[in-house]
């Protein structure tokens, strides 16, 4: 029950911070593009923390990265209640962005080791972020967001202590090649996906509040998509890991043509509901595939999440430029084909090992 607090409370305050930047960017003076530039720096950071402390997981003590990671990361989370220009907006979500990357992979390793659900484990991010996406819509104040935030990392700084991890280390070298290859399919399909995610999460507030939606409304948004993925993940552990991936895959890329169609924001909550469906499928599915098939376990999932990052760099980039560009239908499109590309290519990996089968 103490890692599925921690990670209960790291993904509230991750996304609570998260839920208005593009509006915080805006009201700063950033045009739509520094809003793409400003979220692919927080995805920049992520993507080498993760890479570097999803390898030391492995081959280091994981109690000391899963400690360190949240305290930095309630110190650097507080430091976001100092922002008063782009400039130290851009810095200090740089510093979130490398904290949040430290402890993931450590937590994750032990919740397998411990031959836990990793299905339900996960789940409990989706309630995080249902928890702390309504509560920062409730606070709908930047300034009461980040404390909010800050404590929350901070508590489960104070529970990690409770949490005792013994690990068999072992040796991985700094780019694991292997691992890499053997993971590639769901690696690649993976990014493709998410990088069409993170193109559309870049302006999705300003999306929504251009749909008719206030700070209140854009809460309920994130909150009915993360209720739903709680609810998903619970029952991913029971299905063949490759068809769940799939699914998710598939579904993912119906999910963002509807959003081209959205006239009103009260036509968004039903499309929630299906991205949460899609997102718990592919999430889970995706981590149970690495754990069930690498021994390097730490360093396959640091290579996933860094695939986050690297997504959280390209995406909002692309999103900020087509947006300025073509509006926000156009980003949606865009997504849609992205993700489409992420499900033929796992899809046709998933054909060939059937045949070998």
Do not use: C
């Not at 530039?37 to 402390?53: E, H, Q």
């Not at 280390?169 to 780019?175: A, E, G, R, S």
């Not at 990014?191 to 008719?212: C, D, H, K, V």
């Not at 119906?254 to 991205?275: D, E, K, M, S, W």
């Amino acid at each position: 029950m103490k890692a599925n607090l921690i990670q209960f409370f790291t993904y509230g305050a991750t996304l609570a911070s998260y839920l208005f930047i593009p509006n915080l960017a805006q009201e700063l003076g950033a045009s739509r593009f520094d809003v793409g530039i400003i979220v692919s720096a927080y995805g920049l950071a992520l993507f080498l923390s993760s890479y570097i402390f999803g390898r030391l997981a492995d081959v280091s003590k994981r109690e000391i990265l899963l400690r360190l990671g949240l305290l930095i990361s309630s110190i650097t989370f507080l430091m976001q209640l100092f922002i008063s220009n782009v400039s130290t907006l851009l810095l200090v979500r740089i510093l979130t962005g490398i904290s949040v990357g430290i402890y993931p992979a450590a937590l994750l390793s032990y919740i397998h080791d411990k031959k836990r659900s990793i299905g339900k484990f996960s789940s409990y991010g989706s309630l995080g972020w249902a928890f702390g996406t309504f509560v920062a819509g409730v606070i709908a104040s930047y300034q009461g967001i980040f404390l909010f935030s800050s404590a929350l990392f901070f508590i489960a700084f104070l529970i990690s202590f409770k949490i005792e991890i013994k690990h068999k280390k072992i040796y991985v070298p700094f780019f694991p090649r292997k691992v890499i290859r053997r993971n590639l399919s769901v690696y690649t399909a993976f990014f493709f996906r998410y990088l069409g995610a993170t193109a559309i999460w870049a302006i999705f507030p300003l999306y929504l509040t251009e749909l008719g939606a206030d700070k209140f409304w854009i809460g309920i948004m994130f909150f009915t998509n993360t209720i739903v993925q709680f609810v998903v993940m619970r029952q991913i552990d029971k299905f063949k890991s490759e068809k769940v991936i799939n699914f998710g895959l598939a579904l993912s890329t119906f999910v963002f043509f509807l959003y081209a169609f959205a006239t009103n924001y009260i036509q968004v909550i039903p499309i929630q509901v299906l991205l949460g469906i899609s997102w718990g499928a592919l999430y889970t599915g995706s981590l149970l595939y690495l754990m069930n098939r690498n021994v390097e376990k730490a360093t396959s999932v640091g290579i996933f999440n860094s695939l986050i990052g690297l997504s959280g760099i390209f995406g909002p980039l692309l999103g900020g430029i087509v947006s300025q560009m073509w509006d926000f239908d156009g980003v949606m499109y865009l997504s849609t084909i992205l993700s489409s590309m992420g499900f033929f290519i796992f899809f046709r990996r998933y054909l060939r090992e059937l045949r070998k089968e």
